[in-house]
């Protein structure tokens, strides 16, 4: 069974940086991302990277997050540096089942940026 262990979420001031891993057990992911959402908004792609190494970023988060994955050990990361106010957020875990083809979420980790 598809298992996800979110961790690095926390309490930043502006301009600083956090790094958030997901662990993903239970088969290979094609597709391995994250998502936040906000209070009130709705859930967002932040970014994604496929199993080759291909990524997708939102436009908000480019030149400042960084999205990578060990597929060794089903393992995706979020760098994110220069964090700003309106980033805060509960960051989801998203991963793409390889086969059967089945999507899963992580329970969310909460970031916030101070002022």
């Known amino acids: 069974q598809v298992q996800l262990v979110e961790s690095g979420g926390g309490l930043v001031q502006a301009g600083g940086s956090l790094q958030l891993s997901c662990g993903a057990s239970?088969?290979?992911?094609?597709?391995m991302g994250w998502y936040r959402q906000a209070p009130g908004k709705q859930r967002d792609m932040i970014a994604t990277?496929?199993?080759?190494?291909?990524?997708n970023y939102a436009d908000s988060v480019k030149g400042r997050f960084t999205i990578s994955r060990e597929n060794a050990k089903n393992t995706v990361y979020l760098q994110m540096n220069n964090l700003k106010p309106e980033d805060t957020a509960v960051y989801y875990c998203?991963?793409?089942?390889?086969?059967?083809?089945?999507?899963?979420w992580g329970e969310g980790t909460l970031v916030t940026v101070s002022s």
């Open positions: 239970g088969g290979i992911f094609s597709i």
């Open positions: 990277i496929t199993i080759g190494g291909n990524t």
């Open positions: 998203y991963v793409r089942l390889l086969w059967p083809s089945r999507d899963y």
